[in-house]
């Protein structure tokens, strides 16, 4: 198993291979040398000095200004991971949790947090030992950070709480009898430091960036499937239109579509109408506008998984304990309703592309079916994924203008971010039905076009396709074709499909 060094650089790719290749993720030496310093710096700060730092000698949000006995410095962090642990509704996915371990070890890595070396280290234990916190999706105002879903993720650390460890729940006092654990006694600043953080809005951010990825290329593949399904023109592709509005997205979009098109007999027959209606003529432009709203949001979450995001900051060097708001989730709360509104488009006009296909234009029969009338065909289809485009609507309205006042007025505009990244991962998971939905409508309208063939790559999918997925000859049950076609998607690897 290959080790990865936590140090100051890390990125989205970084990311995406420690978990793709299961990698261990070791605490480089700089990476301890600036913990070990961090924290021996706050430690001399709270002997010599009796000035009210917040959260450390001094209580939290409107209890700021009432003073902490020294003799309570540490029960004060042990209380406040357990107060702060009120999460609630679903669980979040382990994929995120997992994320959310690796950003707060990176967080904390800088030394700007005051934590104990052993604090971090046994961070580093839960993820390599595959200790995963059960964390709950709400909770979080996206500002403070993600306070209860990082208190759920840290209180394991005192032994608290619960886990999943080799396929199992358990409490995390089990964990740490079986694996010979002691609980950590966290000191002065450590629990304020592990429960703020804006980890939970980050994690869910960088999956949904991976998958989004995926899922533009996807939907780049599946379209070009229906232009031939629908017998649509490639005029609209054509380098010079997207060379006078040049948008990178869009370029993008037109090119790979025009390379999946290549040898195709489809594309390169006889076309009857003058123009297609936008769905099919103006993918350039809506899939290439998904892609830099993608690029846009991968470079904010770029430049957050290299932040320190706890509060107050300590900086040794400048001799200096500031209070602010790095914690403040508002960056990341607008770039994840921004994305969200980005792939529930790519939602929407996938949609109107299977409504197209099934319109029984272009010489293909109504809804797709083989004896129309007898059988209703994918009629109902067409149905489902407009049910799913109308939730992912739903799911579109901004989190990000939205603020509840909290802690007696002292947190009094918040960012809503955590909401933001659960609604974005309901968008990204309908799309996979949605996609689905298309990608069998799609198949079937090329199969009517036979003998005619399209391009050897997209023959080279339905091929794979009709593995999971075969033609729809009479009425059956297409739940099970969404579910089959969904798992495909699923699976869905790029290389495979363009050799």
């Given amino acids: 198993m290959k080790n990865f060094y936590i140090d100051k650089d890390l990125d989205i790719a970084a990311l995406y291979l420690i978990i793709k290749e299961n990698m261990r993720v070791v605490l480089s030496e700089p990476a301890r040398k600036r913990i070990k310093k961090g924290r021996g710096y706050l430690d001399r700060k709270l002997r010599d000095s009796a000035a009210p730092v917040y959260g450390i000698n001094t209580g939290f949000g409107s209890l700021r200004n009432i003073a902490i006995d020294k003799k309570s410095y540490n029960q004060l962090q042990i209380n406040a991971l357990r107060a702060h642990a009120c999460g609630a509704g679903d669980e979040a996915p382990q ?208 430049a957050e998984i290299i932040s320190v995001t706890d509060n107050p900051l300590i900086f040794p060097d400048e001799d200096k304990i500031l209070s602010g708001g790095n914690f403040h989730g508002h960056p990341l709360s607008m770039a994840l309703d921004y994305l969200g509104i980005a792939l529930a488009n790519l939602g929407n006009i996938s949609e109107r592309r299977t409504y197209q296909l099934l319109s029984g234009q272009r010489g293909l029969p109504p809804f797709l079916a083989k004896e129309p009338g007898l059988n209703t065909g994918l009629m109902i289809l067409q149905y489902t994924a407009a049910s799913v485009v109308s939730q992912n609507k739903q799911f579109a309205s901004p989190a990000s203008i939205d603020s509840i006042v909290s802690s007696n007025g002292q947190e009094d505009y918040v960012s809503m971010g955590a909401n933001a990244a659960v609604k974005c991962y309901r968008i990204i998971q309908n799309l996979k039905t949605i996609f689905a939905i298309e990608l069998i409508a799609a198949a079937q309208a090329i199969q009517f076009r036979k003998p005619a063939t399209t391009s050897p790559p997209l023959e080279g999918i339905i091929r794979q396709f009709r593995k999971s997925v075969p033609f729809i000859s009479s009425d059956r049950q297409l739940s099970l074709d969404i579910e089959s076609a969904v798992k495909f998607i699923d699976d869905w690897e790029q290389p495979l499909f363009l050799r």
């Fill in 95 to 302: 994929d995120i949790v997992r994320l959310m371990l690796l950003l707060k070890i990176q967080s904390l890595s800088y030394g700007n947090s005051g934590v104990e070396l052993a604090t971090v280290e046994r961070l580093v234990d839960f993820y390599n030992n595959g200790v995963i916190p059960i964390v709950y999706e709400q909770g979080s105002l996206g500002a403070s950070g993600d306070l209860a879903p990082l208190s759920h993720l840290c209180l394991p650390l005192i032994a608290e709480g619960e886990v999943l460890h080799k396929g199992k729940r358990k409490s995390a006092a089990l964990l740490h009898k079986e694996l010979k654990w002691k609980p950590l006694a966290l000191k002065a600043k450590e629990g304020l430091a592990l429960l703020n953080g804006t980890q939970f809005m980050s994690a869910y951010g960088v999956w949904l960036i991976i998958q989004a990825q995926k899922f533009t290329c996807i939907a780049d593949t599946i379209s070009a499937l229906s232009i031939d399904g629908f017998n649509a023109k490639s005029e609209p592709f054509d380098k010079l239109i997207h060379k006078v509005r040049p948008h990178r997205g869009q370029a993008e979009c037109a090119e790979f579509i025009t390379k999946t098109l290549k040898g195709s007999e489809l594309s390169n027959g006889k076309k009857n109408d003058v123009q297609d209606p936008y769905s099919f003529r103006c993918i350039p432009q809506v899939h290439g506008a998904a892609k830099d709203v993608i690029r846009h949001t991968g470079a904010i979450f770029s």
